[in-house]
């Protein structure tokens, strides 16, 4: 799902002086998380001009305009911000003139400023805005920083999910959301996890209620967000099925159309789902480093055979 971000949180995010107050940034909506140097439509050429982009005029753009005549300039900017776009930013220390902030008033196009050069903060908003208007989903599970490791628990409504986080935290890892995980795909490799500002460091247990983890356990235990890595799905223990008892291939599941790491658990009394989530994590930053130990275990039979028949 597309989203789009108001104008007046990227200003306060991005540390932006707004030249024109009297305008409603509330209003103002960014749809795209590309942004635009109007170079050319300053100097006439309007084709293909991407107007719902947030307008960028770095220094270049600037020494351009002001070296225009006092009418062409005039014309020129005008036509440039009555085309239909959100806003103009100003860098690198550049400031637009009183008549190009009448021109922006006219037209209820919010001017804004920052001291930071061009390509610094073309690469800050482009990041910023891909996170806020990634495509976003909302999913039912539990997810966990576990020594640096985002883990998805998912599984059926009390089937564990809440007490494992809990015990995770009890053992100094970091929740980041309980019951509902809000996931962003910020880009091809990377899945973003957050939780609703409503449940936001809070944990719903059956037979106790809501605890609040950041005031129990205090703020080193709670993060806002966390990319996601593995992804662990609890199931009731079916001594029909056969489980994966060597974990020689990897199993993944697809979200928002990444693939991402997957173990499935069974459930049954008596195993200790932290100290397994725990492993799970540790091993599979171990198979990020290179080091597989089912293939390693394959590796030595291999060996032994082949030294047997050798013999």
């Not at 037979?207 to 609040?212: A, E, H, M, P, R």
Request: proline share 3%.
């Amino acid at each position: 799902m597309q989203t789009v971000v108001q104008l007046a949180k990227a200003a306060n995010e991005l540390r932006l002086t707004n030249m024109t107050p009297e305008i409603d940034m509330t209003q103002i909506m960014i749809t795209t998380p590309e942004i635009n140097r109007p170079a050319l439509q300053l100097a006439g050429y309007y084709e293909h001009f991407a107007n719902e982009r947030v307008q960028i005029i770095g220094y270049v753009e600037y020494t351009y305009i002001m070296q225009m005549g006092k009418e062409v300039r005039s014309a020129s900017y005008e036509k440039f911000i009555s085309s239909g776009i959100p806003c103009v930013i100003f860098t690198t220390l550049t400031e637009p003139t009183e008549e190009m902030l009448e021109i922006a008033r006219h037209y209820k196009v919010p001017t804004l400023t920052t001291s930071r050069t061009t390509s610094s903060f073309m690469a800050e908003i482009i990041r910023w805005l891909g996170v806020e208007l990634a495509p976003t989903i909302s999913i039912h599970g539990v997810l966990v920083d576990v020594y640096g490791e985002g883990v998805l628990i998912m599984g059926e409504s009390g089937i564990g999910k809440s007490e494992a986080a809990l015990e995770l935290v009890r053992r100094g890892h970091r929740l980041v959301s309980d019951d509902v995980v809000i996931i962003r795909r910020v880009s091809d490799a990377v899945l973003l996890g957050s939780a609703p500002d409503v449940t936001k460091h809070l944990i719903e247990l059956r037979g106790i209620g809501i605890i609040d983890v950041k005031t129990l356990y205090g703020v080193e235990h709670v993060k806002d967000s966390q990319e996601i890595n593995l992804v662990i799905k609890l199931e009731d223990w079916n001594k029909e099925r056969e489980y994966d008892r060597m974990g020689v291939e990897e199993e993944y599941t697809e979200l928002l159309g990444n693939r991402i790491v997957c173990h499935s658990l069974p459930i049954r009394p008596g195993r200790n789902l932290a100290v397994i989530v725990e492993t799970a994590a540790v091993n599979h930053r171990q198979k990020k480093m290179g080091y597989n130990a089912a293939r390693e275990l394959y590796r030595r039979v291999q060996e032994k055979i082949m030294n047997k028949k050798g013999e």
